[in-house]
């Protein structure tokens, strides 16, 4: 559990200087250390760490000397589509994907292209939801593993980049895609699924990481009477599906836990027809690593009606409660809470909102809310904080152990919230409204505000806001410089001084920032990465 | 101009002219009813399910601007909209948006559904009357002339560059908005046809900024980010300030320029917009 301890942070945070860039294969102890000592230049997992943290224990790039930042280096994309992809980086070479399901290995000092691959996908694609994407890669061994836009789950050799087996995850004619990035642990692969808006039934695989063999599967909303949560859906509604597990969670490798979020249920702006909380949608998960059984639940929003998925990185850490270090699991939630939970037991421990809600008075002893009157969505669109793409979407918040503070780019805008009838059938997804029951009216331009905002991890309480201009949708970093990195909706990617809030430097790349940055070292010098429109952008400090 | 409160009447000592919306791009539309006649029209054959669908798409990826029953909001009303420009030119705006107006390519549609976007879009006929202004346009000319609406609208290539061009207003604007328009000039701005408007901001916003050192700029805001603010002035003119330089920025929201034009006669207003109703663009 050291990596989840304050105290180790300081004794370890020490560049160590790598050989020169070899493909060298990673161990489950390599990414249990990721990004922290002994070898801290490595980012080797989408959340950072596998608390999903997003902390780096790099600190040649600080407060100090951050103003100097400059680019290092820039990797052009081929093709089109929104970047969303985090790079990851093991021993000098860099893993990023591009839209839909292309992986690029680079150079990670110089940018330059050692192999790329693109996987065959179906004439016939089924896009479900927004646009395709894709947020990342794992790696294991000599292995690469990549989620595909068709739902597979692919392993590639990381030294060439050559297909070594490739396994159907779900039915993409059944309205099932794979957008976010895989989670590596040992021995297996960790793959969710995303198609709440098409009514896919959601649900958690584990993959042998050498074989691909399925080894374990936890649906998120039963399939049938008898199965638990069952009774928390009027006339067996459950059948709809929904509870989609399209984030990419977290684990806890002390326990054998992991935490993954679930979306919406289905339909979803329309739940007349399915009274009830709707289990086990909107939650998080802690699920036994080896059975794939359930160890707990924690519901966030019962019976949702607004698209507010849960499906936000679960961000865990250590700290004192009430004089005793607990065990905790933190989650900043698209409905505009901020949860900390006991990871052990899922005892809900403090829920505060952290971005401007409308739908309920406070949350009870339980951690369950306490809805107003009217949040319903109506025919011709009822107004309600915060919006259908929430307080916070996919972008990862991040937590920085020197400062105790959770880190979120929070939006404070509302929505006219659309009740429409659903129209549930395998593969039918249109657009926003449609299949999904309704949708809504976003507010835009100047009334759509974000801010990157530091709170304490454990009381939630607001310590600093830096308020940007638009809507931005960019995650955020934390490191041992004791900097925070993230980006506005207009291009500017900037740093701000973690533990005040104040900016110290920034730059315009000129297209927003659709991705989280992260950080790492090649042979002790450390960059800082993250992507504009249709380019990879890397800063380093000048030479000396 | 008592209504500005922080604007210095110095600065403003301008008469001030009507305005409308953004936008004048609108060759495309010729071109593309002889693409339609071309290549056949796919809506001719779509299924009532198909249609259906289309209004469902059209409801989560344009009605944020155009209204969810297509009526107009932020976007022009588009209510007959394909008997005007027909079903292949409306289907290559999906496509390719209009360049010079906040209308972008609608990335979220495929092509079959952007096409049963056109079906939905079909069955929607302009209301009768609808396009058509009652007043009689030759006096409506000769009122832009003697207001003074030019000292700040352009109209093919002539005139000033404060508020936004009226070259197509008549293919962009319905009558009742543009006499909306004209009796509340900050009710319903149009996006700022000179900002690359992604993101929808409110155009024309009024903006006062103090320096550090306590100089003072008015002008309309033209961009703006976490960082820096840019600003046109009545002259035409940009200036772009650092942030962190200034003591304070502030934007009048709800505030516009352009004065109300109530004090004219109902039937001088008819007029007018019966003019404007004649701006057809490059068509």
């Known amino acids: 559990m050291r990596i989840f301890g304050r105290m180790a942070i300081a004794l370890a945070a020490v ?28 980012w080797l997992t989408y959340g950072g760490n596998l608390a999903a943290q997003r902390f780096s224990e790099l600190k040649q790039i600080n407060t100090d000397n951050v103003k100097s930042l400059k680019v290092a280096w820039v990797f052009q994309m081929g093709g089109r589509g929104v970047i969303e992809s985090v790079p990851l980086v093991n021993n000098g070479i860099m893993y990023v994907t591009e839209p839909p399901s292309t992986v690029v290995a680079l150079d990670a000092r110089t940018g330059k292209e050692l192999w790329q691959y693109t996987p065959q996908l179906p004439r016939d694609l089924v896009v479900i939801g927004l646009f395709p994407t894709n947020r990342g890669v794992a790696l294991l061994g000599n292995n690469v ?39 590596a642990i040992n021995g297996k692969i960790i793959v969710g699924v995303g198609g709440g808006e098409a009514g896919a039934h959601g649900f958690l695989s584990a993959f042998d990481a050498n074989t691909g063999k399925l080894l374990w599967r936890l649906f998120t909303v039963p399939r049938a009477a008898d199965e638990p949560g069952a009774d928390t859906w009027t006339n067996g509604s459950w059948s709809n599906g929904g509870g989609t597990t399209w984030n990419t969670g977290s684990y806890d490798p002390a326990t054998n836990t992991i935490y993954w979020g679930t979306g919406n249920p289905a339909p979803d702006w329309n739940g007349k027809g399915r009274l009830g909380d709707n289990l086990f949608t909107c939650s998080l998960l802690a699920i036994d690593a080896n059975t794939g059984k359930m160890k707990w639940y924690f519901q966030f929003s019962p019976h949702e009606t607004h698209d507010w998925d849960s499906s936000e990185p679960p961000v865990l850490f250590d700290a004192k409660v009430d004089g005793q270090i607990r065990h905790l699991v933190a989650l900043a939630n698209r409905n505009a809470f901020y949860y ?145 990195f993230s980006a506005d909706a207009e291009g500017n990617f900037f740093a701000l001084n973690a533990t005040t809030g104040e900016n110290l430097w920034h730059i315009n790349l000129g297209a927003a920032l659709r991705s989280n940055p992260m950080t790492y070292a090649v042979d002790g010098h450390q960059y800082v990465a993250d992507s504009s429109g249709n380019s990879l952008f890397v800063f380093d400090l000048p030479q000396q | ?121 079909k069955t929607l006929k302009a209301a009768p009357g609808s396009m058509t202004a009652e007043g009689d346009p030759a006096k409506g000319k000769e009122l832009y002339a003697s207001n003074g609406c030019a000292m700040c609208h352009e109209i093919d290539g002539k005139g000033g560059a404060v508020g936004p061009p009226l070259t197509g207003i008549g293919s962009m604007r319905s009558p009742k908005y543009l006499e909306e328009v004209l009796i509340d000039p900050a009710k319903n701005p149009p996006p700022d046809p000179a900002l690359p408007d992604r993101r929808m901001w409110t155009g024309y916003v009024l903006t006062k900024v103090v320096t550090k050192d306590g100089k003072m700029f008015v002008g309309s ?22 942030k962190s330089k200034l003591r304070s920025v502030d934007k009048e929201f709800g505030k516009s320029f352009m004065p109300s034009f109530s004090h004219l006669s109902e039937s001088q207003r008819n007029d007018l917009v019966a003019y404007l109703m004649t701006l057809k663009g490059a068509q």
Not at chain 1, 173 to 180: H, I, R, S, Y
């Open chain 2, 221 to 242: 805001r033209v961009n703006e980010d976490t960082f820096t603010i840019t600003l046109r002035d009545m002259a035409g003119n940009y200036r772009t300030f650092d």
């Open chain 1, 340 to 484: 900390v939970l006991d990871r052990d037991t899922g005892k809900f421990i403090t829920g505060v909102p952290f971005a401007k809600q409308t739908w309920a008075k406070g949350l009870d002893r339980n951690g369950r809310p306490i809805e107003n009157p009217n949040i319903e969505p109506t025919p011709e669109g009822n107004l309600v904080y915060p919006s259908l793409t929430g307080g916070v979407n996919w972008t990862s918040p991040c937590y920085s152990p020197l400062t105790g503070l959770f880190y979120v780019n929070a939006r404070d805008a509302g929505a006219w919230y659309i009740q429409g009838e659903p129209k549930m059938a395998p593969g039918n997804s249109v657009g926003v409204v449609g299949g999904g029951g309704g949708g809504g009216r976003f507010m835009v331009g100047d009334q759509d505000v974000t801010s990157i905002r530091a709170l304490d991890a454990v009381t939630g309480k607001r310590v600093w806001n830096f308020e940007m201009v638009g809507d931005s949708w960019t995650g955020v970093l934390a490191t041992a410089g004791n900097l925070v």
């Open chain 1, 145 to 183: 593993y990549l989620n595909t836009i068709d739902a597979h789950l692919v392993c590639l050799d990381a030294k060439t980049g050559r297909e070594k087996w490739k396994v159907e995850v779900a039915d993409n004619k059944q309205g099932f895609a794979d957008t976010g990035a895989p989670l």
């Open chain 1, 15 to 42: 560049l160590i200087p790598a050989a020169c860039m070899a493909q060298t294969p990673v161990t489950f102890q390599d990414i249990e250390h990721s990004a922290a000592a002994p070898n801290p230049g490595n």
């Open chain 2, 1 to 121: 101009m008592s209504r500005l409160k922080w604007l210095g009447a110095g600065a403003l000592a301008v008469s001030l002219t009507a305005w409308g919306a953004a936008g004048t791009a609108i060759a495309r539309g010729q071109e593309s009813q002889t693409n339609a006649a071309a290549k056949g029209d796919p809506t001719t054959h779509m299924t009532p399910a198909e249609i259906e669908s289309g209004k469902l798409n059209f409801q989560g990826s344009c009605g944020e601007c155009h209204g969810v029953d297509a009526s107009g909001g932020v976007g022009p009303n588009l209510h007959g909209v394909v008997q005007k420009r027909g079903p292949q030119g409306v289907f290559d705006i999906i496509r390719n948006g209009l360049p010079g107006t906040a209308m972008a390519p609608v990335s979220s549609l495929n092509d079959k559904r952007a096409w049963q976007v056109v079906a939905y879009l």
